[in-house]
């Protein structure tokens, strides 16, 4: 059983920046690929951006290329989501997520969230 636990979430204003991060205990990090989802009040949860195993593969959802970045440490067992110039639409609580088959659209673990607020 993988327990993940996110932090760093806040409120910040439009253009600031906040990097997430997701520390994973219980299970074997590296055998995981992972992924970062958001949900925010009335909308349904979107899968933000993901990493491969070793952090070769990434994936991040259109609306935040060039804004945000995932990444991994496997030494630390823990996977960050650095998030750039943000924006009110942004809102949302981030969730992370742990997937033990090797994909983006399969998840096995969740966290329990961090909420990310932008203000105007």
């Known amino acids: 059983q993988v327990q993940l636990v996110e932090s760093g979430g806040g409120l910040v204003q439009a253009g600031g920046s906040l990097t997430l991060s997701c520390a994973a205990s219980?299970?074997?990090?590296?055998?995981?690929?992972m992924g970062w989802f958001r949900q925010a009040p009335g909308k349904e949860r979107e899968l933000v951006a993901a990493i491969s195993w070793v952090g070769i593969g990434t994936y991040h959802t259109d609306s935040v290329k060039g804004r945000c970045t995932i990444s991994r440490d496997n030494a630390k067992n823990t996977v960050y989501l650095q998030m750039n110039s943000l924006k009110p639409e942004d809102t949302a609580v981030y969730y992370c997520?742990?997937?033990?088959?090797?994909?983006?659209?399969?998840?096995?673990?969740w966290g329990q969230g961090t909420q990310v607020t932008v203000s105007s």
């Open positions: 219980g299970g074997t990090f590296s055998t995981y690929s």
């Open positions: 997520a742990a997937s033990s088959r090797g994909t983006r659209f399969e998840y096995d673990y």
